[in-house]
């Protein structure tokens, strides 16, 4: 679980042959069938629909599918959807029970299990909820590609005062990342607070000179300044 699956928490699927489309399809293919049986079936009509329905229409806006809202997707918008999924799930176990597949022994083994194997994952997770570092601790090590989860981490650890272990999780976000700019001007700003221009200048330099039409943030402003520092009083004009 992640607070946060963007910037290639998720690598991409970028052929047919990736066997997640295989997932994918069979998504697709057991709501279609569920839909038909709760437009055919007049006993489990409702049932079926409303558990559909909590299934799909609290995931749309997040799934960026109809437009983009300005979200990410991350463990907190699959919290309503999951709602629909624990419906049909106990939909299919009660069916299965009512009609002799299991026996009642069977059915609260089943049903005690997940319980009781839920309640240990919720119990794991909350910890990483106790505090923001905690929280993009635990994402930086779930989503270890995304550039982002180790900039939040990083950008946390700097609040903290604990610079040495920033400085480490910055790199590692540039490293995997090195589109990921944000991480570059943070490593400039922890140099030119220790007064040493010419590394600071090495980051800020690499931001410019890779995206020279990019405005970030304080990496402008910071160049003029170390240029001023250093006597190129011309440059940082």
């Known amino acids: 679980l992640s607070c946060d699956y963007s910037m290639a928490c998720i690598p991409m699927v970028t052929s047919l042959a990736d066997p997640r489309n295989l997932l994918t399809l069979l998504t697709y293919v057991g709501l279609v069938v569920f839909l038909v049986l709760a437009l ?34 991350a463990e907190r918008v699959l919290y309503i959807p999951s709602i629909g999924i624990c419906l049909i799930a106990s939909w ?4 299965a029970w009512r009609r002799g597949y299991i026996t009642k022994e069977v059915f609260l083994a089943v049903c005690l299990v997940v319980l009781l194997a839920y309640s240990a994952r919720t119990l794991a997770r909350n910890p990483d909820w106790h505090s923001q570092l905690s929280l993009f601790k635990s994402a930086s090590e779930v989503c270890y590609g995304s550039g982002k989860a180790h900039y939040n981490y990083a950008a946390e650890l700097e609040m903290a005062h604990l610079e040495a272990e920033a400085e480490q999780e910055y790199l590692l976000s540039a490293a ?10 943070r490593l ?35 160049t003029a300044y170390i240029l001023w520092q250093l006597g190129d009083i011309d440059k940082a004009i």
């Open 40 to 73: 055919r079936s007049q006993r489990w009509h409702a049932v079926l629909l409303v558990s559909l329905s909590w299934y799909i229409v609290p995931f749309i806006p997040a799934s960026q599918v109809l437009f983009q809202p300005g979200t990410v997707i």
């Open 92 to 95: 299919l176990m009660f069916t």
């Open 176 to 185: 995997v990342s090195d589109s990921y700019t944000s991480a570059i001007g």
């Open 188 to 222: 400039g700003k922890i140099w030119l607070k220790r007064g040493n221009l010419t590394k600071s200048l090495e980051f800020y330099a690499s931001i410019i000179n890779h995206h020279p039409k990019l405005y970030h943030e304080f990496t402008w402003h910071d």
